[in-house]
């Protein structure tokens, strides 16, 4: 059984950087696509970016030029780089795996103080 596992979340100043990590366990990468959502308080889930099988990534438009999503398939690993983070950007932050069924992680939490 396929489980998706995020990591890397943390507390930091408004202009920094994270890297957040999503590690499949117990299988190989079988996804179409990989993808980052987030989750403010009292917000909708919003989508941040996707990178399809073939390499091809998509962002929103409040995290364009800001972030970039990778992968590793040897590493079964799909990453997120936070960088100029700013306090909108505060969330529980999800991997999501597109495929038959959709798998999600259990999140992990980004903190941007001003």
């Known amino acids: 059984q396929v489980q998706l596992v995020e990591s890397g979340g943390g507390l930091v100043q408004a202009g920094g950087s994270l890297r957040l990590s999503c590690a499949a366990s117990?299988?190989?990468?079988?996804?179409?696509?990989m993808g980052w959502f987030r989750q403010a308080p009292g917000k909708q889930r919003e989508w941040v970016a996707t990178?399809?099988?073939?390499?091809?990534?998509n962002y929103g438009d409040s995290v364009q030029g800001r972030f970039t999503i990778s992968r590793d398939n040897a590493k079964n690993t799909v990453y997120l780089q936070m960088n100029s983070l700013k306090p909108e950007d505060t969330a529980v932050y999800y991997c999501?795996?597109?495929?038959?069924?959709?798998?999600w992680g259990q999140g992990t939490q980004v903190t941007v103080s001003p």
């Open positions: 117990g299988s190989r990468f079988s996804f179409v696509a």
């Open positions: 999501r795996g597109y495929g038959i069924p959709d798998l």
């Open positions: 990178i399809h099988s073939g390499g091809i990534t």
